[in-house]
Every structure is written in C-alpha cells, then in structure tokens.
C-alpha cells in the first residue's frame, strides 16, 4: 500500500514532470478532476497521461468534479446539470483505471428549500446512476465537506452501503468546517462514519479555514485521531491534501518522524 497525494489533471498538464516527482517519493496520485481538465484536455491527452502513470509504475484514485455541483439539489436544471457533469467525469476517470474514487455529495449545502431526507433521496439516485453507467467501479468515497454532524453523511452511505460505495473521512474538514476544532468530538464522528469509512483525506489547520496546511503546521488532533482509528480496527487508504509543495514537504517530514502512525499506510 502507498500514500496518495492529490494531484489537479489542469496542474499535471501545466507541470509534466509532476507524476515522476511523486513516483521518486513513492507517492501515487489522486488525480483532480474539474471542469478545466474535463473541457479543455482531449481525450487523446488523459489516454498519454494514464500510460505515463503505468510507464512510472504508479496507481492513482480519481477525485470527481465538485466545484458548483448539488448532486441533491431540489432545482431540476441544476440536479441535471450535476448528473450530465459527473457522467462526463466517469467517461474520463474510466481511462485512468482508478482504485478508488472521491465524490462530494455536498449534504451540507445551506438554503435546501425542503426536508434534508429529500435532499438525501435525490442525493442517492444521483450516486446509483453514476455507479449504474460503470460497471465494475472502484469504490466510491462520498466525502465530508461543510456537513456540521455527521448523521446526513452515515445515512447516505447506508442506503448506498451495498453498491461498492463508502465515506472519505476528511480530518482537515471537520477540524474547520464542522467546528471540530471547538467541539472536540471527533469520537463521535468517527463512531457514527466508522462502518463506511474506507479513505482518509489528511491535511491541517488551525481550525477557522480549511488551510490544507502540511500535517502538524496547523492544530489537527493526528495522533488520537489515528488511536481512535486503530481502536475500532478501521484500515483505511489515505490522501494527503497539502496545497503547496512547501505543505508536501511538510507532510512527509511529519510522517518520516512518525513512522507508527503510518505503518499501515506504507508497509
């Protein structure tokens, strides 16, 4: 098992030499999708960047577009708008033969103008349709983005829990976003995610924004949160998040001085 570190498509293709400075760090990439990578990058392009990763000997994972996207929003225009861009996603990450994929289903998007099991339902058929025009998927990982408990998220992943489909615990975000810095309750979070948990995105900060600081740069509980995990046997995959190269190299220090916290992430 190795590391991954996220990786833009739209930052690859303005820097090439990216995916061999991860392999030489023994890194694998979670390559970025978005509308410009999605819009501007032919085909032909993805296809000359999946063999580069093959000739690196590297795996990757695939992060789905989220920027704008409601996957449950109770507007038609922009439910259809969300589905029609996460199937031209799924046309591309196909190419990449990914190990696992990152979704936001974005539960914790204000102004729903009805009930959050609405939300959830329009949510859920979004994800099977998804999954439904690619069989044999990697798994999916809903992820924890500005959701305040962690209730919607557990839901969600239980209606999908037979579909190859589980949560992406983000530590940074419910640090930040979910007020985790003030609250202390990571317990529960990880009781109430625990079962679906299946990736890990880690990057730090002090608490007020998501920095996506390097681990240790920011306030982030890391060592309980990696008890906590150990306690209730969960061996999830992980990402690192880090946003600069300054903040990689933060990372990998961190983990070279913490080697047991990582076993399991590089044996």
Partial sequence: MALFVNLPLSYLAAHPGA????????????????????????????EDAARRLAAAGLRCGVHLPFYDLRPGSADPFILTASRERLAKAAAVARIYAPTHLIGHPSLGTPLAPDSPEAMR?????????????WPGHPPLYLENTFDADPDGLA???????????????????????????????????????????????????????????????GDVPFKAFFARLSKLGLT????????????????????ARRPSLFKGFLD
């Fill in 121 to 133: 339902q329009r949510c859920r058929e979004t994800w099977l349709s998804f999954l439904d025009k």
């Fill in 155 to 217: 839901e969600l992943a239980a209606s999908l829990a037979g579909e190859s489909c589980g949560v992406c615990f983000d530590v940074g975000h419910w640090h930040s976003f979910a007020g985790g810095s003030r609250r202390r309750d990571l317990d529960r979070w990880l009781s109430r995610l625990g079962p679906y948990i299946g990736h890990l995105h880690l990057h730090d900060n002090a608490g007020g924004h998501d920095e996506h600081l390097g681990l240790g740069a």
């Fill in 19 to 46: 995916l061999e400075r991860l392999a030489a760090r023994g890194l694998w990439p979670e390559l970025g999708l978005d509308a410009a990578s999605l819009d501007a990058l032919p085909e032909s392009w993805h």
């Fill in 236 to 255: 999830p995959t992980a990402t690192l998040e880090p946003h600069s190269e300054a903040a990689l190299a933060q990372c990998l220090a961190y983990i």
